[in-house]
């Protein structure tokens, strides 16, 4: 069983940073490639950014240069340095994995970002 936990969200004014943490078991970690995505209220579900096994990386033309993904595979995480929050940034953060037959998905970890 696949299951990844998030952790590192939380409050920080506009203009801060925070580094979320994706922790990934029960799955050859290095071979798969990971996403994270974020959910505001209201509002679909929307994709962040990818890392891949290569690793290769993805962004969202929104976070682009302000967030960056990466990934420890000695620990099994992925991470997402995320700088120069802004009030729309805020939302709970979610990991999911690129596995067949399906994906998998943490809980999330809420960021709120004031202004």
């Known amino acids: 069983q696949v299951q990844l936990v998030e952790s590192g969200g939380g409050l920080v004014q506009a203009g801060g940073s925070l580094r979320l943490s994706c922790a990934v078991s029960?799955?050859?970690?290095?071979?798969?490639?990971i996403g994270w995505f974020r959910q505001a209220p209201g509002k679909p579900r929307e994709w962040v950014a990818t890392?891949?096994?290569?690793?290769?990386?993805n962004y969202a033309d929104s976070v682009k240069g302000r967030f960056t993904i990466s990934r420890d595979n000695a620990k099994n995480t992925v991470f997402l340095q995320m700088n120069n929050l802004k009030p729309e940034d805020t939302a709970v953060y979610y990991c999911?994995?690129?596995?067949?037959?399906?994906?998998?998905w943490g809980q999330g970890t809420q960021v709120t970002v004031s202004s």
């Open positions: 999911s994995s690129f596995t067949a037959p399906i994906p998998y």
């Open positions: 029960g799955t050859t970690f290095s071979s798969i490639a």
């Open positions: 890392i891949t096994t290569r690793p290769s990386t």
